[in-house]
């Protein structure tokens, strides 16, 4: 998996791998191009209205619209730059913003259930909305990304991954090869 982003190269602990990253659909790249080109259209047609029926050589129609739609399709693209969705062997990362940026870390252990949300479109189109309940943290809702089960099957992952490694540990602390505990003396 390549690591494209500078924040989770920052924020990996030594012992942390990716497992799974949350990507934005093409759907939604071409929604935002789609929004720009019917702005634009939408103006062209502003601008043949005033030429026609109005008698202007020039409308402000096209130039308004286009800075419209232009606007529309930045917000969604600084959407789409700005947000990072990784879950590593650890913890789940979602970090979005450039200048006001805003972090969600769970721990794997706190991840209690996920569901994933997929509209008619988004099941032929292979994406949805993944929603994960934590404990003792604030519910996490991530964005349409693509192959919504394919990450929710990775949460899934990892929190078994996280309980056979605890349970490994208990298992040898019952059985007397882990960590001793200090014996406590009964002594009067």
């Known amino acids: 998996m390549a690591l494209d982003s500078r924040f989770i190269k920052k924020t990996l602990m030594p012992d942390e791998k990716v497992v799974a990253e949350g990507v934005f659909p093409f759907a939604y790249t071409l929604c935002a191009y789609f929004w720009f080109l019917f702005c634009v259209l939408l103006g062209?047609?502003?601008q043949t209205a005033s030429v026609v029926y109005l008698k202007q050589p020039f409308g402000i129609g096209v130039v308004f619209m286009t800075v419209v739609g232009f606007g529309i399709f930045m917000s969604m693209m600084m959407k789409r730059w700005t947000t990072e969705i990784?879950?590593?062997n650890h913890r789940l990362i979602y970090k979005r913003g450039l200048f006001n940026i805003e972090i969600d870390e769970v721990d794997v252990e706190q991840l209690a259930?996920?569901?994933?949300?997929?509209?008619l479109v988004g099941r032929m189109l292979g994406y949805g909305v993944v929603q994960i309940r934590c404990?003792?943290?604030d519910d996490i809702w991530l964005p349409d990304i693509?192959?919504?089960?394919?990450?929710?099957?990775a949460i899934e992952n990892a929190k078994r991954?996280?309980?056979?490694?605890f349970?490994?540990?208990g298992r040898l602390y019952r059985h007397g090869r882990?960590?001793?505990r200090p014996q406590v003396s009964h002594s009067s």
């Open 167 to 169: 349970m490994k540990g």
């Open 135 to 137: 404990v003792e943290a």
């Open 113 to 119: 259930s996920d569901k994933v949300h997929q509209s």
């Open 161 to 165: 991954a996280y309980r056979e490694e």
């Open 86 to 88: 990784f879950l590593t």
């Open 44 to 46: 062209g047609v502003m």
């Open 146 to 153: 693509s192959h919504p089960y394919s990450f929710r099957n």
């Open 178 to 180: 882990g960590n001793h």
